[in-house]
């Protein structure tokens, strides 16, 4: 079985400081890690995904993970933080390989203030 | 490119009532979900269609029903709701492959009271 563990429900950043949004995962077999966020009443979009290539994974609008298997750990980082980064963002795991059933974390709402 | 859409886009229900969310892709996947959002809790998949003609349970599909109508619809059924079925809804599509992404509709606020 598969799981996420979102270490924080909220992270609160100053606008041009680093963003830091942390996440574990668990699972029976090799895993598809991603990232995905979701603006106020928006749908979801993936920002990044891993899937057994780099473990250093770049995304949309500068984020990045880095995938550390000896940590089971999945970390999204940013350098600066803009305001419009301000929303939810969710960690999900799916098997690998297999069916892509995806299992979603709990959320990080991320507050950016000027 | 449409993408996935939903509808209706809100809905208020009175308990023991039904009703049918619809959903639509056109990026023409195989694999097709339901998941609820509740705060707190994250995505939670209530159905999903893993190719057409075939559907399976998730991890909370007491009170749903679905049909994957064709490649490109999949509805969900709520027969008779329930306050606990509160909730924003989500359908998904993507490819059946893993590590591809998944493609979410705008969701659809739910209210039943």
């Known amino acids: 079985a598969q799981s996420v563990t979102q270490l924080d429900s909220h992270v609160s950043v100053s606008e041009g400081t680093p963003v830091l949004l942390r996440c574990n995962y668990s699972?029976?077999?090799?895993?598809?890690l991603f990232w995905y966020v979701q603006h106020p009443n928006k749908g979801l979009q993936l920002l990044l995904k891993?899937?057994?290539?780099?473990?250093l994974v770049k995304g949309i609008n500068g984020f990045e993970a880095e995938f550390k298997k000896s940590e089971t750990s999945f970390h999204l980082t940013k350098p600066s933080a803009h305001m419009s980064d301000a929303a939810e963002y969710f960690c999900?795991?799916?098997?690998?390989?297999?069916?892509?059933?995806?299992?979603f974390g709990t959320g990080t709402r991320l507050l950016v203030s000027p | 490119n449409a993408g996935v859409t939903q509808t209706p886009k809100f809905q208020v229900l009175k308990t023991g009532q039904s009703m049918t969310l619809q959903c639509a892709q056109d990026m023409n996947h195989n694999s097709m979900y339901w998941y609820r959002q509740d705060p707190g809790m994250g995505l939670r998949l209530i159905y999903y269609s893993a190719s057409e003609g075939t559907t399976d349970k998730g991890e909370v599909p007491n009170g749903y029903n679905v049909s994957r109508l064709n490649k490109r619809e999949f509805s969900l059924r709520l027969e008779s709701a329930a306050p606990s079925q509160t909730s924003v809804y989500f359908c998904?599509?993507?490819?059946?492959?893993?590590?591809?992404?998944?493609?979410f509709g705008q969701g659809t606020r739910l209210t039943v009271v």
């Open positions: 699972s029976s077999y090799s895993p598809s």
């Open positions: 891993y899937t057994s290539a780099a473990t």
């Open positions: 999900v795991v799916s098997r690998n390989p297999g069916f892509q059933k995806l299992v």
């Open positions: 998904a599509s993507s490819e059946a492959v893993w590590g591809l992404e998944a493609f």
